[in-house]
């Protein structure tokens, strides 16, 4: 048996309000659902092994970069209206999933273009600029303090 791909990475995040005026406006992915949904309904709702405490609903919205030719994963974002949020973001060196990483065609120009949005890196200019003065990567914080990074993609070689 052998799974076909990456169908989606959910992330929960404290206020989807704030979370989509950085995904959507400021990032450009479009919303392809926004709903909510009582957790009564979901499947393993009430498992401890999959819920830190009872929830009574959840909004989800999924969310994709439109490439028309291109089939990628798209992002879920939940939150569960009316209540708190637990838990803290990690860092790279820490178990769990560490970070979103977006291909961008030139990191420089898109730091730029963050940075001109107010977006603050995840550290400063310098640390993403290599010995030649190249930047192949940058990182940011999403509002939840979640990492995100912009590479140019997989090396060529």
């Not at 169908?7 to 406006?25: G, M």
């Not at 909510?36 to 969310?63: H, K």
């Not at 001109?116 to 290599?130: H, M, N, P, R």
């Amino acid at each position: 048996m052998k799974a076909k791909g990456v169908s989606h990475i959910a992330v929960c995040v404290a206020d989807l309000e704030k979370s989509l005026e950085f995904y959507r406006d400021i990032l450009g992915m479009t919303v392809r659902l926004c709903t909510t949904q009582e957790m009564a309904r979901r499947p393993g709702a009430e498992s401890v092994e999959m819920y830190e405490q009872p929830r009574i609903a959840r909004t989800v919205a999924n969310i994709w970069f439109d490439e028309p030719d291109s089939y990628q994963p798209f992002l879920v974002l939940t939150s569960h209206p009316g209540e708190q949020v637990g838990g803290e973001p990690i860092k790279l060196d820490q178990k769990g999933i560490s970070h979103i990483s977006f291909e961008v065609e030139n990191v420089r120009a898109y730091a730029d273009e963050l940075i001109a949005k107010g977006v603050s890196l995840a550290g400063t200019i310098d640390d993403f600029t290599d010995a030649s003065g190249n930047i192949r990567t940058i990182f940011v914080y999403d509002p939840d303090g979640i990492l995100v990074q912009f590479d140019e993609g997989p090396p060529s070689n």
